[in-house]
Each structure stands twice: as C-alpha cells, then as structure tokens.
C-alpha cells in the first residue's frame, strides 16, 4: 500500500497534451501534478517553487531545452528525478537522456497507465522505458554487447591462431593449414592445441561452434566446416541437427 504522494511537474509545449495528463491524473490518488510548462522559463520557476518529486519533461521545450535544465538540476544532486517525453521513439536521444541522468522515458504513444507506472517506478529510484521504445533499445542494447563482447573475445588469440581458426571453421586439415601457412604440420597442431586451452573446448568441432557464437566466423563457415567434419566421421552426420540446435540458431 502506498503511503506518498508523488509530486509532479508536466513539462510540453502541447498545452493539449497538458491538459489531459492532468486530467488523468486527478483520478489517481497518488500522484499530485503541482505544475505545468509549456517552456523552459516556467519550469525552472515551477522546479524552484514548487519542489516537486519528478519532472515529466520534453527535451525540445521552447525558450530553453529541457534536457539543458535536467542537466542543470542535476549537478545540484537534489532528490528531482526525470522522466524525459518525446513525440516518437529516438534511440540516439533516449541514450543521450539516461546518460544526462534521465530516469525514465516515455513518448506520445504511451497510455495514461503506462505514464503512472513510470512515475512510481522512478519514484522508488529504478529505470523505466516505455513499450515503444523497448524493441529499439533491445537491438541497441545486443549490436553494442556484441560487438565488444567479439572483440574481447578476438583478444584472446593472435593474428597467426586466428588465421588457425578461421582455416579450422572452413575444414582445413594441419597439413593444408601447414601449406597455406607455410608451417610444419606438428607445429599447426600445437598452436591448435592451445586455442583449444583459451577457448576452453576439447576437439575442432567444439571450436568451429565457439568460433560461430562468439562472432569469429559466420554461419556459412561454421555449416561448410560441420559438413565437412561429418563425411571424415559418419557418426557427426547423425549428430549435425542436434548439434545446430544446442547453438540456439534453428
């Protein structure tokens, strides 16, 4: 059960859109609007009498910018949380307003319901995003992971063991890896044996499949090199469908 008030300042330069926020919100018994602005002037006067608990704040607001005010509100370390409101989805924009130190982020397309949500949730110190802007903020999220994660993990290995693996992912045998690298066999074999101990995987098949899911090499290399490996061994033939389906990818 809740015990607070939450304080709210709405900030847009749609009075419409103002006014049905604050239509809304007088049926809701735990949220009290203290104030709008439809610019930059008025609410920095709102902030400062008014103290309220959160700001709902477009961040192009007329006169001055509102993420200029959050920016500026902020280095003060007051208790104010933000929650920025924007027309439609901007991915760049929503990453540059959590990185100003926005808490929340909502767009026009956000339900009344949806908007309390997030109020509460700021309010208790978490992050919210709204529905619209998770997809895009998901595939942001993965492209970045990913992408750091394929370098960290190319780190491990020099230039020459990758080389080793790449030949590795298209079915190469030590000796055509010795020809195409112009080294001995036995020595292809112990640089093998040692990305096997970095990679943490006991035979090539294993390695193809660490190369594949950690970015190294891509599908068509990964599929030849499988094919390639089942006509040496039958036995990897009757394997394959299990072994592309432990790899998340079917």
């Not at 002037?41 to 309220?52: G, N, S, V």
């Not at 192009?60 to 104010?80: A, H, S």
């Not at 040692?194 to 190369?211: E, P, T």
């Amino acid at each position: 059960m809740r015990e607070k008030i939450v304080k709210v300042i709405l900030a847009d330069e749609s009075i419409i859109l103002l006014k049905g926020m604050c239509l809304f919100f007088e049926t809701e018994p735990y949220i009290e609007v203290c104030g709008t602005a439809n610019n930059g002037l008025i609410l920095e006067e709102l902030i400062k009498a008014k103290h309220p608990d959160i700001v709902i704040c477009n961040p192009f607001l007329p006169i001055k910018d509102g993420l200029v005010i959050m920016k500026e509100q902020l280095r003060k370390k007051n208790k104010l949380k933000w929650i920025v409101l924007e027309r439609e989805v901007n991915i760049m924009q929503y990453i540059e307003c959590i990185e100003k130190g926005a808490k929340g982020y909502l767009t026009y397309q956000s339900t009344y319901t949806e908007v309390a949500h997030a109020i509460f949730e700021t309010e208790r110190g978490e992050y919210y995003i709204c529905q619209q802007a998770l997809p895009a903020v998901t595939k942001q999220f993965v492209s970045t992971y990913t992408s750091t994660h394929t370098a960290t993990i190319s780190r491990l290995f020099t230039e020459k063991q990758r080389k080793i693996i790449h030949l590795t992912c298209l079915g190469f045998t030590n000796k055509q890896q010795g020809d195409e690298l112009g080294l001995d066999p036995r020595t292809i074999e112990k640089h093998i044996q040692i990305i096997f101990k970095k990679a943490k995987v006991n035979n090539r098949a294993s390695l193809v499949r660490f190369a594949f899911l950690n970015g190294i090499e891509n599908l068509a290399a990964f599929c030849g090199a499988l094919l390639l490996f089942a006509l040496d061994d039958e036995s990897l033939t009757y394997a394959i469908p299990e072994f592309l389906s432990s790899c998340s990818f079917v």
